[in-house]
C-alpha cells in the first residue's frame, strides 16, 4: 500500500458539437434501438459462448498436485489463474481500486492490488470508517500476523453489522481475506459498492472460475466451478429494469451530453429568479439546497428556510435536504422518486437525471 497522495479525477461530460442540431428531448433516443440491438446480440453470443464452455456438471481441472499441501481430506479453494486475466475480471478490479483511492484521497492512501493491500484489515478499516462516518477502536497498524488477524476480525464484524449479515452466512471470512483470496475480497468489495450506493458502474455478470481441490486416499482431486461475483444492476448495484437513461449513458454519451445541456437550460432559467445558477448536474444538486429551491419556484410556493440547511455541514444535512425536496415534489403531485436521497448526495448522475427529467415534464411549459 503506497502512501502517496492521489487526487480524484474530474469527469468531463462529452462536449456538444459545434453546430449539433439541439432536437426536442425524447428525438434524442431515435437510433439507440439499433445500438441496444447490438449489445444484445454480443450478450447472446456471450451466453451461448459461457453455455458450450461450461457444462452443467462441474469438470475435472488438472492442477499440480506441488502447489497443494493437503491432508487427507482436506478442501482448499483457489481461483483459476485464467480467470484472473479476463477482461471484465481485470476491468472489475481496476474499478473497485479506483473507487477506493476516491474514496481515502484524503487520507493519502492508495490501493495498487486488492490481494496485497486489503488482507490485513487495515485498509478495509478506513474504507468502512470513510463510508460510515463513524470511528472503529482498532490499532492503526498491526505488524504480527495474530494482530492482523484480530484487528481484521474486528473489522469484519462491524462490517458485517453494517451489511445486514446477522444470520446469513457472508462469501468472504478472516481467513478467506487474510489469505488473499481475491474471490472473497471481491465479494466482500463489490457488497460494500451496493450497499452504500457508490457512484460506479461495475461489469454486469462478472463469473470467475473456482477449483476446489481436495485430497483423498491421497490422491489430489480438483474440479471448477463457474461462480458469480456481479449480477445485472444499475450504477448503485440494484437490479432495475432498464429505462432511457441506461441506453443514453450506455450507448450514446454524445445524446448524453445533449440532454444534460437542456435540463441545465431548464432549471437555470428558473433559478435566475433568484440570481442562481447551476452548471454541473452532480455536484452543484448533491447538496440537495437548489432541489429545494428549484421546488418552490415550479411550484409557486415559498419554502421556509428553517425546513432545510442552506449550508449543511455534513451528509446527513444534505441527504434530509434531498428528502425534503422530495416530499415537495409529492406535494405538487409527482409521483415518489425511485430513487433514495442518499443517490442524489453520491453524485449517481442516473439518479439526477431522472428526478430532474420528472420536473421537466411537468414543468417544462411554466414560465
Request: proline content about 5%.
Given at each position: 500500500m503506497s502512501t502517496l497522495n492521489r487526487p480524484k479525477s474530474p469527469h468531463t461530460p462529452t462536449a456538444i458539437k459545434k453546430g449539433e442540431k439541439e432536437d426536442s428531448f425524447w428525438d434524442k433516443f431515435s437510433t439507440l434501438g439499433r445500438k441496444r440491438g447490438t449489445r444484445e446480440v454480443k450478450k447472446v453470443q456471450e451466453e451461448g459462448k459461457y453455455a458450450i464452455d461450461s457444462p452443467g456438471s462441474p469438470s475435472q481441472y488438472d492442477i499440480p498436485p506441488e502447489d497443494y499441501a493437503l491432508r487427507e481430506h482436506e478442501q482448499r479453494a483457489v481461483i483459476d489463474p485464467q480467470s484472473i486475466s479476463d477482461p471484465e475480471v481485470i476491468k472489475l478490479q481496476r474499478i473497485l481500486v479506483d473507487w477506493i483511492n476516491d474514496e481515502l484521497a484524503e487520507q493519502r492512501i492508495i490501493v495498487q492490488h486488492l490481494e496485497e493491500d486489503m488482507y490485513d484489515g487495515q485498509v478495509l478499516h478506513k474504507l468502512w470508517e470513510k463510508l460510515t462516518g463513524k470511528k472503529l477502536d482498532v490499532p492503526e497498524v498491526t505488524q504480527s500476523e495474530q494482530g492482523q488477524h484480530e484487528k481484521l476480525n474486528i473489522v469484519l464484524k462491524a462490517v458485517n453489522h453494517t451489511l445486514g449479515f446477522?444470520?446469513?452466512?457472508?462469501?468472504?471470512?478472516?481467513?478467506?481475506?487474510?489469505?488473499?483470496?481475491?474471490?472473497?475480497?471481491?465479494?466482500?468489495?463489490?457488497?460494500?459498492?451496493?450497499?452504500?450506493?457508490?457512484?460506479?458502474?461495475?461489469?454486469?455478470?462478472?463469473?470467475?472460475?473456482?477449483?476446489?481441490?481436495?485430497?483423498?486416499?491421497?490422491?489430489?482431486?480438483?474440479?471448477?466451478?463457474?461462480?458469480?461475483?456481479t449480477s445485472e444492476y444499475d450504477d448503485l448495484g440494484m437490479r432495475c429494469e432498464k429505462d432511457a437513461f441506461d441506453t443514453l449513458i450506455d450507448c450514446a454519451p454524445d445524446k448524453l451530453a445533449v440532454v444534460k445541456k437542456s435540463l441545465i437550460t431548464f432549471v437555470n432559467k428558473h433559478l435566475a429568479k433568484l440570481n442562481f445558477e447551476i452548471s454541473d448536474l452532480n455536484t452543484d444538486f448533491r447538496d440537495g439546497v437548489y432541489l429545494c429551491l428549484l421546488m418552490g419556484l415550479l411550484g409557486g410556493f415559498f419554502v421556509p428556510l428553517h425546513e432545510f440547511h442552506l449550508t449543511p455541514q455534513d451528509v446527513d444535512q444534505m441527504v434530509s435536504n434531498v428528502a425534503f425536496a422530495f416530499d415537495l415534489m409529492q406535494d405538487v403531485g409527482l409521483p415518489k422518486p425511485k430513487a433514495r436521497p442518499e443517490d442524489i448526495v453520491n453524485m449517481d448522475l442516473k439518479s439526477t437525471l431522472r428526478v430532474l427529467y420528472s420536473l421537466f415534464t411537468m414543468f417544462r411549459d411554466y414560465a
Open positions: 446477522h444470520q446469513k452466512i457472508p462469501k468472504w471470512s478472516v481467513a478467506s481475506v487474510h489469505s488473499k483470496n481475491i474471490v472473497a475480497i471481491l465479494h466482500l468489495l463489490v457488497a460494500l459498492v451496493r450497499h452504500f450506493r457508490a457512484p460506479v458502474r461495475l461489469p454486469e455478470n462478472v463469473f470467475v472460475t473456482v477449483v476446489i481441490a481436495e485430497k483423498n486416499a491421497g490422491v489430489l482431486n480438483a474440479q471448477k466451478f463457474q461462480e458469480q461475483i
